[in-house]
Structures are given as structure tokens and as C-alpha cells.
């Protein structure tokens, strides 16, 4: 079996200190890690099935596999595409799927009380970024006339929802519902979607334990739809809007039935969107298995973002298995732009991260943010400390055996010392989202007070 057993030797560990090019604080960090792991990698289980939805940030499975990662560690993966969401989630817990490509708030949720209740952890983070909210040809040509434009005429981007909130009163001056899908109750999109509109006073409703729905008191009237189907719900008119993952908002370009108004870049920078989870009982079972399949997957997210790379990896995930889309539509957003309104085709570098930034780590303070949102919209019914959010986001994501994997990529010479972030698991507090707020992962009862629309905690 191609690497069953991994050596380090001590020649990897002196190579470690070369590789830190003087950062003479991260050396040891670095050297304590791989050593933990011991001098053999064994794998305990070494056949092992993955799952997966049809969008782009699902690359980094796709290219470990390709590209011969997964077997580099010793490891026969198979890759399956799922239905949707909730399918995925029960694969999981169930035990049919080892791991899988989720969304970041699955594990959350399953974990703080909200859906099907599990214990899933995540020690890998699968890109930033990658979503755009588009609505119909009709109600973005009411939305126009009052969006601002430059000296060419072309919209000025970021793009709020205020230039909605005309669209919306019309409606409800028709007895017409305005209605929006996102892709799951805990993901990214739905919490995305929400601050956007949000942020421009537009209620986009709360969770009760009445109304699981979460359309309490709302303007807009919010609803699931799986990321493939959406731009064929939209183009029925069953739905004014969307946000979801690429390739589904280009497709409505593409298709002449929708504009992009805004990306999730632009609702809050660099924001982190999939993980890769599995059981908590998988770690503990399998725990040289679980650091190797994250081994793998950081090459991945550094090959993807290796210059050169993303054209080819275009092509693989056209490819049927995969997501299934055309190249031109992957490329549009894989490759550094992004299509609005046809024919306006913009620069957007940072659209699709799976490795700078520190994009695979698997930041505590992420965890905090989704769960704040949770509790912003009623998903966690009741007040909770600050405590609460740290001990719960350290249940659920964890650093430490992304930090072992990343240890022997170190040791091998796969990964730069410098690619291993000091930092105690927070990022640094932000105000880089569409209304300017401030984001701190240590304040989590702050941020959730700080909103004029959610619930409010002592």
C-alpha cells in the first residue's frame, strides 16, 4: 500500500528549522506538532467514501483526488455527489459517508441544538468567499434606477439592498409576497442573505420555535432550494432571488434570467463558507487517518491557489462526476472575475480562496460568528454567555489536528513553515462587512447587541 507508513526522521525536523527562514518563534510550534504525531503514520483506515454537493468550493476533494494527494497519504477515496444539504448531513452522522464537504453552520447547528443534534468537527476549512446574491431580469430592472452608477454608467459595487426596498413595498402593495431561496437553514447563504438585507432595514424574519421557517415578522419571505435548482426556480418564478454558491449565480447569466446584485466577498471580506467534517467518533477512532486526509486536502487548497493551476482545475470539476458545469460558466468566477449584468465582467481575484489568507484553518472565531447568527435570528432560542460561544466553537473546530497535518507537510517540504499562522485560534476583530459593523470573536454578546434588526442579550 503506496504510504502506508509515513517517516518522519530527524533530518525532516532539521528541516523544519531551515524552512522557518528565521522566524525563530514558529520553529518550535511547528517541531512540537509534528512530533506529537509520533515517528510512524499509521492509517488506520485507509478505503474510505466522501461526499459532496455540485459547486465550485467542493475543488479541493476533487483535487486531492486527482492530483494523487489522497493516495500520497496512504489513502483509496471514492467522492460522491449528494442530493442536497440535509442528505448529506444524515450520511454523515449515519456512518454511509466517512466525511464530507458541508456547510460551515451543519456542524454548528448539530452541535448548539438546532436540526438533527450530533457531534461533528471539522479540522479543515475549505475556501472564503464564493457566493453571490442574484435576483430575476424584472425586479433588477427596478432596482436600477436607484443604484448608483460611475461616470460610465455602470453600477457602483458593492451593490446594498436598499435599492430593493422600493421593489419589495410594491409588492406588498399588490398583496404579493416577496420571496428569496437560500440554500439550507444554517448555511452561509441564508445568514448572508439576511445581514444583506438586513443591514438596509429590511426584515428578513426570525425563528421562533412556532415557526421554523424563520418568516416571523418578515419582509422578505425566505425558503430552501438546492443550489443545482436554482436557477430553474428562479426562471419558473416561484422566486424573486437567490443567494447561493457558484456555478448557480453565473448560470443565470449565462442564461440571460437573472443579475447578480452583490457577492458574499462584498457582504463581508474573506468570509469562510464549506468545512470538511466528520464524526467527533472518526477522529477518536481513526486519528493518523483523519490528519492524513487533512494533509491532503491543504496541498489541494494550495495547488488551487498556486497561479497557473485554476484552469485545470476548471476542467476537472466540469467533468460530470464533479459539478457538472460548463467551462466557460466555472471559469468565469474560478479564474479571477465575476459577471454581473451580462457584459459586465469584472475583476475579482479573491472571489474563490481555498488557501491564502489562511483559508484552511479552522478559526475558532468562525464558529462564533455563525453562531452569533444563530442566535441574531432565533435559531438558539435562548441567551447564552460568552463562555457558552468559545467552549462550543472549541467543541466543534479544531485547529490542533490541522496543525499536526500541517506539522508534517512542514517536515516534508510540501508547505512553507510561514503557511502555519501564530495565533490562539481568533482572528483579529473586523469591520470589513457591507454596513461597516464590528465583528470580534471574543465579544460575541456585543456583536449580536450591535444589530437594530435580531434578537438583543444582557
Given at each position: ?29 511547528v517541531e512540537k506538532e509534528a512530533a506529537s504525531v509520533g515517528q510512524a503514520l499509521e492509517i488506520e483506515k485507509p478505503q474510505l467514501k466522501f461526499g459532496f454537493i455540485k459547486l465550485t468550493d467542493m475543488a ?61 468537527v471539522t479540522p479543515y476549512s475549505m475556501d472564503l468567499n464564493g457566493n453571490g446574491i442574484t435576483v430575476s431580469n424584472d425586479v433588477w430592472a427596478k432596482m436600477k434606477p436607484n443604484v448608483k452608477k460611475d ?308
Amino acid at each position: 500500500m503506496k504510504n502506508k507508513f509515513l517517516k518522519i526522521t530527524a533530518l525532516a525536523f532539521a528541516s523544519i528549522l531551515v524552512s522557518c527562514g528565521g522566524k525563530k518563534k514558529e520553529a518550535p510550534a511547528v517541531e512540537k506538532e509534528a512530533a506529537s504525531v509520533g515517528q510512524a503514520l499509521e492509517i488506520e483506515k485507509p478505503q474510505l467514501k466522501f461526499g459532496f454537493i455540485k459547486l465550485t468550493d467542493m475543488a479541493p476533494l476533487a483535487i486531492a483526488k486527482e492530483k494523487g494527494f489522497f493516495e500520497d497519504e496512504g489513502l483509496f477515496v471514492s467522492v460522491e455527489a449528494q442530493s442536497n444539504w440535509k442528505n448529506i448531513l444524515d450520511r454523515v452522522i449515519d456512518g454511509q459517508l466517512d466525511g464530507s464537504h458541508m456547510l460551515a453552520g451543519q456542524p454548528i447547528a448539530a452541535q448548539a441544538g438546532f436540526g438533527r443534534q450530533a457531534e461533528l468537527v471539522t479540522p479543515y476549512s475549505m475556501d472564503l468567499n464564493g457566493n453571490g446574491i442574484t435576483v430575476s431580469n424584472d425586479v433588477w430592472a427596478k432596482m436600477k434606477p436607484n443604484v448608483k452608477k460611475d461616470a460610465n454608467g455602470k453600477p457602483i459595487h458593492p451593490i446594498s439592498a436598499e435599492p430593493l426596498k422600493p421593489v419589495i413595498a410594491e409588492y406588498k402593495k399588490e398583496g404579493k409576497a416577496f420571496k428569496m431561496g437560500m440554500v439550507f437553514p444554517v448555511s452561509t447563504h441564508n445568514y448572508e442573505i439576511r445581514y444583506w438585507l438586513a443591514a438596509a432595514g429590511i426584515n428578513p424574519g426570525m425563528y421562533t420555535k412556532a415557526n421554523i421557517q424563520g418568516q416571523v415578522d418578515a419582509d422578505v419571505l425566505l425558503s430552501v432550494t438546492p443550489p443545482p435548482q436554482m436557477p430553474a426556480t428562479l426562471e419558473a418564478g416561484t422566486i424573486f432571488g437567490y443567494c447561493v454558491g457558484e456555478p448557480w449565480n453565473q448560470q443565470a447569466v449565462f442564461k440571460g434570467i437573472g443579475v447578480p446584485v452583490t457577492t458574499n466577498y462584498d457582504i463581508w471580506k474573506n468570509n469562510p463558507e464549506k468545512v470538511f467534517v466528520l464524526t467527533k467518533e472518526f477522529t477518536e477512532k481513526y486519528p493518523n487517518t483523519t490528519v492524513a486526509i487533512t494533509k491532503a486536502l491543504i496541498r489541494a487548497g494550495k495547488w488551487l491557489d498556486t497561479p497557473g493551476n485554476r484552469q485545470e482545475a476548471v476542467e476537472i470539476l466540469s467533468r460530470s462526476e464533479y459539478v457538472g458545469a460548463p467551462v466557460n460558466v466555472l471559469a468565469n468566477s474560478m479564474t479571477g472575475t465575476f459577471e454581473f449584468e451580462k457584459g459586465d465582467k469584472r475583476s475579482m481575484p479573491d472571489f474563490n480562496v481555498f488557501y491564502r489568507y489562511n483559508a484552511t484553518y479552522p478559526f475558532y472565531s468562525d464558529a462564533v460568528w455563525f453562531l452569533t447568527q444563530m442566535r441574531r435570528w432565533g435559531q438558539i432560542p435562548d441567551a447564552k454567555s460568552a463562555d457558552w460561544y468559545a467552549s462550543k466553537a472549541k467543541e466543534i473546530y479544531k485547529p490542533e489536528i490541522w496543525k499536526k497535518a500541517a506539522a508534517l507537510l512542514v517536515a516534508e517540504g510540501k508547505i512553507p513553515a510561514t503557511d502555519i499562522p501564530a495565533t490562539d485560534g481568533y482572528k483579529p476583530a473586523t469591520t470589513e462587512f457591507i454596513d461597516g459593523n464590528k465583528f470580534d470573536g471574543k465579544d460575541p454578546i456585543g456583536y449580536i447587541n450591535s444589530f437594530q434588526i435580531g434578537n438583543k442579550d444582557k
